[in-house]
């Protein structure tokens, strides 16, 4: 838990109201012309404590002021933490996230993302805790930390995604037990019971086959040219809380990720974004205007987005919003290259394509 103290007055921070105090009081006291009844004199006078008052009110807002800017830099780097940035480049990926709370104040929400470049691939995780805004922060923090070791250590998707469930239900009993300490435990009346999250695990691999596992999230969307289709449209497992995962874990397979090609990843808070009169938010046809005739970057892609989703709310969001969009730079020489260092014997070679004149760079993280 974050905690925000106050610090007391020091001595310099006091000395300006005593000092204001003390001209009040030795005004009212001490001048002869504070001591008579005419109208010039009590016109004085009450100018004397109204320049008294205003500065007192203007130290005291000072201070506010003062103190409310370092508790907003304390929370800014607090959320970085538990929602850090994303390196523009991971792996040959062109990456770019932004996440949009709900909260007036608030940079994380309880939207949630993140990529992990691992020995089994790109390992991609996006996710939507019940409910929005600073309440549901913890619950993220617990999902990602999770996911930032799993994803290292487990080598099939279905293993990562048993580890975020034993850390969901970890974090449930615990804020269960902190308030209400007599149950010990979620019953199944109580409102911690009732938590869920919806997840989205993503793994691509050096060839850029796909391989997904979806609890409840919203398929994510590929671009291809100026196509926009869903991902695949196959019935996702249930969010994350309510029901225990199957025993045995299907990881769907979704095709390849060509180079020059998009993944966009969301909340449902984009697709459920509504301007004033009621209607939805169209994301394929802002995508399919994002991407146009030629290719651009995933950063251009995310910014023509989010302008365009705050244009239909009209700057405010009933939801937390998270969007990532990933780009796929590889180039199909690169890609045999990697295989075949890897000792990969399958037909690699006779699949490559010619290298291009211009490389992208790859950058590990």
Known sequence: ???????????????????????????????????????????????????????????????????????????????????RPLPPRLDGLNLAAAQLSADRGATVGGDLYEAIATEHGV??????????????????????????????????????????????????????RAEHPAHGSPEPDHPVAEEFVTVLLLEIDRDGALRALNCGHPWPYRISGPSVEPLTRLEPLPPLGPFPLPAELDTQSCGELVPGEYLVL?????????????????????????????????????????????????GKPADDIAVLVLRNDRSRAGSHLLRTRDGDTCGSAARACPATDNPQPTTHR
């Not at 005593?18 to 008579?36: D, S």
């Not at 991609?124 to 799993?150: C, I, K, N, P, Q």
């Not at 080598?155 to 269960?176: C, K, M, N, W």
């Open 266 to 314: 969301f909340t449902d808070g984009v697709e459920d974004a509504r301007d004033s009169q009621g209607r939805f938010f169209s994301l394929p046809t802002t995508l399919s205007d994002a991407v146009g005739d030629c290719p651009v970057s995933a950063q251009t892609v995310l910014r023509t987005l989010f302008t365009a989703l705050l244009h239909h709310t009209g």
């Open 1 to 83: 838990m974050i905690r925000i103290k106050a610090r007391a007055p020091t001595v310099r921070g006091a000395a300006l109201p005593t000092l204001w105090g003390a001209v009040a009081v030795v005004y009212k006291f001490g001048c002869p012309l504070a001591q008579q009844n005419g109208l010039g004199p009590r016109i004085v006078t009450s100018a004397v404590f109204f320049a008294v008052g205003t500065g007192l009110i203007f130290h005291v807002r000072r201070a506010l002021l003062r103190e409310l800017r370092q508790a907003r830099r304390v929370a800014r780097a607090a959320q970085s933490v538990v929602l």
């Open 123 to 176: 390992r991609v995780v996006m996710g939507d805790v019940r409910g929005h805004g600073l309440a549901a922060l913890g619950t993220v923090a617990a999902v990602l930390g999770s996911f930032r070791e799993a994803a290292h250590d487990e080598p099939e998707l279905g293993g990562v995604l048993r580890r975020l469930e034993r850390a969901l239900a970890r974090h449930l009993r615990e804020r269960a």
